[in-house]
């Protein structure tokens, strides 16, 4: 035979397991809006049945249910989705970081538009034309002097103005490799609470919701991998665990940066930042990962603006603003150069001396399109040599072979031959700056394109994980109802247990009374 | 089956309406600037096409500045060698006068002041200058072509051809070449300047008729090669009207091409505000919907 109040323990635990419910129900209902949260469920089992299976048994019939209790709450999530998440939130964060950089410069290129380069450059081929239909006129010659001055300055303005956006990158770069530390650090303490509490046989759900809203920001940085690794002592089989946080660097190879509740390691970029705060002005070589070298990251925000800074593998130096002012310095080293050449085979107005310089000589083609500068020869307006012979003010054929400059094919380069080798090898400097501006294009095109791509994709994945783990108040109010009845039936069952038990102590054995 | 709650909804709804608003701007960009693209990104061919298109329409629109410097200097060469004929003519008529044997050397000697006034005139018409330019000294257009005081340069010999450029690679000369009119020379009937001189000196000297008959000849050859360049000219001018008519042609074709290449067509684009604003409606619409009441409403 069972206890007498075998009954009253059986409601009992009902009604405290119903009550532990409807408490989850307000945990989820108060966390429906917070970032990263996942719905919780109490698992219900039935307890153990009696009688157990010994010696002493009582014998009755069968087994009897004892109730209800609480296996454990757990947080309805599914990890799969998580590890999708991350993989399109990496991708994003690369493709974001570019198109940032590059739409920067789109900005500072500022073309088609009537006060790009281009433009610049056709109003000084204008002057030039002007010159030479009135060479011996001084105020033509201020104008050829004031527009050449222009087009310097437009060439200044370029390259001092990606200079500056790529100093702006620099400290993003720096930014960004502080929070990735910060991260690794929040991750390393939270897998140390984890660890002192699954032991103890206990989810700390809430700690597991911390630590995967970290590891979302982190995938945004870089390339991440997780490993489990399980606490030991009393811990539940549906345990998660500490973490070893991985990132792969350039070559794909995964390096530890959170060792589970261990410790971490700090990212730092390489050359550091010795002599100012700021960035070191040259392309960074590599990175520093607890203080060895790694070879770059794959993928993610950081290797979207290490690309768009400028990096150098070993193979020279590569990167979106690095090889724009390449190009710019070349562009403005060709167009100087071969000016100067086609300028000195003129003559000057008075005395009509064989032309000088017009631009000051450049003597690299390195940093040209911030070296370039009009030549001192030219404060004296009489020293352009518009004329094609000496003593004739009235000849202007140098202007017009000056201002096709711009339009000459540096393949066949002639009258006069060109006296060094230029990087420009082939097609005008027209075609060339507008190749500039077309690869900007299109690389601009392609990444806001490649960010539309995996924001959708992420957003696919984001509602799919919402859709297991997002809190729906329906379902709430739904369970709480369930969870209500059961608790109010339970205490019911007391009450006719108590009825039950009344009959037996007051109402027994008072036969003929 | 899917799960769907609430959060999703407005999620989406949120991201909905961004994209919305995004396509706007971009309309109202293209609206407000009346240009396809504002970045070389939106299509990277129209932007260098574009960028082509400028610099062709800089290049003919400078081309047509140029044809006015070039009108300037064959207009001006024109009439100031129609006055050179003109006191050509006179001169004839007055050595013919002159020829006359009834003349006394008084009468002869008054035609001599006359062609010698003629004479200087001649040499201001050869010195005219344009816009502080000598137009009948070659490529030396800072000093005078013709200086009759001077003992040894009398006359320029400066035969180079001033040119312009009006079209690509073509340029034009604009100048006439001063030494086939404006000449001097010890050989008679060879010198524009000596040959007045001569008969300047040969009226005063109370020469014959018939000796003076000579000249004649020679100032029909002066009238002849002044004459002569203003035929080139003319021709000269006549290409440059052809070639003028070619460059207007070119601008109206060079701005349609920058037009074609990169305005907007308003008409589309202003049906395209029109359908976005209706598909902008409709999403603050469901927006409004999809915030529905929950079961939360409905219990008691």
């Given amino acids: 035979m069972g206890s007498t109040f075998h009954g009253l323990e059986v409601a009992k635990r009902g009604m405290a397991v119903q009550q532990m419910a409807l408490y989850t129900t307000g945990h989820n209902i108060a966390n429906a809006n917070t970032p990263g949260y996942s719905r919780q469920r109490v698992n219900f089992v039935q307890s153990e049945p009696y009688p157990p299976a010994s010696l002493n048994r009582p014998q009755i019939p069968g087994q009897m249910g004892t109730g209800v209790e609480a296996g454990s709450i757990e947080r309805v999530r599914d990890r799969f989705f998580d590890w999708q998440y991350r993989g399109e939130n990496n991708k994003l964060g690369y493709w974001q970081a570019q198109a940032d950089a590059l739409k920067k410069m789109e900005d500072i290129m500022n073309e088609p538009s009537d006060s790009g380069l281009s433009k610049t450059m056709d109003q000084f081929w204008q002057a030039f034309q002007d010159l030479s239909a009135n060479p011996e006129n001084t105020g033509a010659r201020s104008v050829v002097r004031q527009r050449g001055l222009a087009v310097v300055e437009t060439f200044h303005y370029l390259a001092d103005s990606l200079t500056s956006i790529q100093n702006d990158l620099a400290n993003e770069i720096q930014v960004t490799v502080k929070s990735i530390n910060s991260i690794a650090e929040q991750l390393y303490k939270i897998n140390q609470q984890i660890a002192e509490v699954e ?44 973490y070893d946080v991985y990132i792969f660097d350039g070559n794909g190879q995964r390096q530890l940066l959170v060792n589970g ?25 590599g990175l520093l990962l607890g203080g060895s070298s790694i070879p770059f990251v794959a993928s993610g925000k950081l290797k979207g603006l290490i690309e768009a800074y400028g990096y ?65 020869n030219i404060d004296d307006l009489n020293n352009i040599a518009a004329s094609s012979a000496p003593n004739e003010p009235g000849n202007g054929l140098n202007a017009i072979r000056l201002a096709n400059v711009k339009n000459s094919n540096f393949a066949n380069l002639q009258n006069p031959a060109p006296s060094v080798s230029y990087p420009i090898t082939a097609g005008t400097l027209q075609a060339y700056y507008e190749s500039m501006i077309g690869q900007l294009g299109v690389d601009t095109q392609q990444a806001n394109r490649l960010v539309n791509n995996s924001e959708v994709l992420r957003q696919s994945v984001e509602e799919r994980r919402q859709s297991v783990s997002g809190v729906s108040l329906d379902e709430e109010m739904t369970n709480m109802i369930r969870f209500q009845h059961a608790y109010n039936a339970a205490a019911r069952t007391i009450t006719t247990i108590d009825e039950m038990l009344d009959k037996i102590i007051n109402g027994m054995g008072i036969v003929g009374r | 089956m ?13 991201r909905n309406l961004s994209q919305s608003y995004e396509r706007l701007g971009k309309i109202q960009d293209q609206l407000s600037t009346g240009k396809k693209i504002a970045r070389p990104s939106d299509d990277p061919v129209v932007a260098i096409k574009g ?3 400028r610099t062709n329409l800089t290049e003919v629109e400078q081309f047509k500045r140029n044809f006015s410097e070039a009108h300037n200097w064959i207009d001006a060469s024109d009439s100031a060698l129609n006055e050179a004929t003109q006191v050509l003519q006179r001169i004839r008529e007055l050595v013919v006068q002159a020829s006359n044997d009834t003349y006394e050397q008084s009468q002869r000697e008054h035609i001599a002041k006359e062609i010698d006034e003629l004479k200087n005139h001649l040499v201001s018409i050869a010195n005219t200058q344009i816009a502080g330019k000598y137009i009948f000294n070659g490529t030396d257009t800072l000093r005078p072509p ?10 320029s010999t400066n035969t180079e051809q001033v040119k312009i450029e009006l079209l690509k690679g073509i340029q034009l000369p604009v100048n006439v070449n001063p030494t086939r009119v404006f000449t001097y020379s010890a050989t008679p009937g060879q010198g524009l300047f000596s040959d007045l001189e001569a008969l300047v000196n040969d009226l005063e000297a109370g020469k014959s008729g018939q000796e003076l008959n000579g000249y004649l000849s020679y100032i029909d050859k002066h009238i002849d090669n002044v004459l002569a360049e203003r035929a080139e000219l003319g021709a000269r001018s006549n290409r440059l009207e052809l070639m003028e008519a070619r460059v207007d042609e070119q601008e109206v074709i060079a701005q349609q091409i920058l037009s074609d290449n990169e305005d907007a067509d308003i008409e589309r684009v202003i049906t395209d505000l029109k359908t976005q604003e209706s598909v902008h409606r409709a999403a603050l619409g469901v927006g409004a919907r999809i915030i529905q009441p929950t079961l939360l409403d409905f219990l008691r």
């Fill in chain 2, 146 to 155: 013709v200086n009759l005081d001077d003992p040894v340069n009398k006359v």
């Fill in chain 1, 261 to 285: 509740n261990q410790g971490y390691q700090t990212l730092s970029v390489s050359p550091s930042a010795s002599s100012s705060p700021e960035m070191p002005p040259g392309p960074l070589t």
């Fill in chain 1, 199 to 242: 032991p103890h046989g206990y989810l700390p759900n809430d700690l597991y919701d911390e630590r995967d809203r970290l590891l979302d920001e982190l995938s945004a940085l870089v390339k991440i991998e997780v490993e489990p690794k399980p606490s030991g002592g009393n811990a539940l089989k549906t345990a998660e665990g500490s």
């Fill in chain 1, 312 to 376: 150098d593998d070993g193979s020279g130096v590569k990167g979106i603003y690095p090889d724009m002012l390449k190009k710019l310095d070349t562009l403005a080293y060709s167009f100087a150069k071969r000016f100067n050449e086609v300028h000195q085979t003129g003559y000057t107005l008075s005395p009509s001396n064989p032309g000088g310089l017009f631009f000051s000589d450049l003597t690299q083609v390195d940093g040209a399109a911030k070296a370039i500068q009009l030549s001192s």
């Fill in chain 2, 2 to 14: 899917m799960r769907v709650t609430q959060s999703m909804l407005t999620q989406n709804m949120l």
């Fill in chain 2, 51 to 53: 960028m082509a298109y």
